[in-house]
């Protein structure tokens, strides 16, 4: 079956302007994950949603960063005025409930 | 908050030579995961180890967890070029059995 898709995989914008990250997670996850990933460096936790309970948002680094997900499926990571530090790969991933999690390929951000 | 130590953080070795990376963590886990980043990739889930002691192969990779489940190993016999990656390790976060927290990896580069 299809595995955890991202749109888009590049995405270039200037400082200031908002962008929309979106994930599509594996048909049946119940769990789905969105982390930060700057170049050679490890996994930022950002934000976790598991079925229909309150996200937990403690990762999110600042009130300029916002997820939802409709429909308990696909995923939009927003992020609203664009600085350059926002830069990186944005990582998608999804999980049946068993710990073991599947990636996407990623987003990656840069802001000019 | 809960943290893994990961060691080394680079790794270059000769093709043929063995490498060995290891987590470390100050509370007891209740299990560990092991993922590999290709260079450009996204990370891909190799083992999971919940047992003290716990010893699991696949191929030329060895995957240890210790007995106190404070720490953990993987070990790779004979490197080869197809190797070459980040190896992540990730534990459940104490207070919320979806979330992991990841060692910042080891990245290894082969020489052939």
């Known amino acids: 079956g299809a595995g955890v898709s991202q749109s888009p995989s590049n995405k270039v914008t200037e400082k200031g302007k908002d962008v929309e990250l979106r994930c599509d997670p594996i048909s049946g996850h119940t769990a789905l994950y969105w982390y930060r990933q700057s170049l050679g460096q490890g996994l930022e936790f950002l934000i976790y949603?598991?079925?229909?309970?309150?996200?937990?948002k403690s990762g999110l680094p600042s009130d300029r960063f916002s997820a939802e997900r409709t429909g308990g499926s696909v995923s939009t990571l927003t992020i609203q005025r664009t600085q350059q530090e926002d830069s990186a790969v944005y990582l998608c991933?999804?999980?049946?409930?068993?710990?073991?999690?599947?990636f996407g390929p990623g987003t990656r951000l840069t802001v000019l | 908050g809960q943290q893994v130590m990961q060691i080394p953080q680079y790794q270059h070795v000769q093709e043929g030579e063995d490498f060995t990376t290891y987590c470390n963590s100050s509370t007891t886990l209740s299990n560990i995961q092991w993922y590999k980043q290709r260079p450009g990739g996204h990370p891909v889930f190799l083992i999971q180890?919940?047992?003290s002691g716990e010893v699991k192969k696949q191929k030329r990779l060895t995957f240890q967890f210790g007995e106190a489940k404070k720490n953990s190993s993987l070990h790779i016999t004979a490197t080869q070029t197809t190797d070459v990656g980040t190896y992540f390790c990730?534990?459940?976060?104490?207070?919320?059995?979806?979330?992991?927290?990841w060692g910042l990896g080891t990245s290894l580069a082969v020489n052939p």
């Open positions: 949603f598991q079925g229909n309970s309150a996200p937990d």
């Open positions: 180890l919940v047992k």
């Open positions: 991933a999804s999980s049946r409930g068993a710990p073991e999690q599947f």
């Open positions: 990730a534990v459940l976060n104490a207070g919320n059995n979806r979330k992991l927290i």
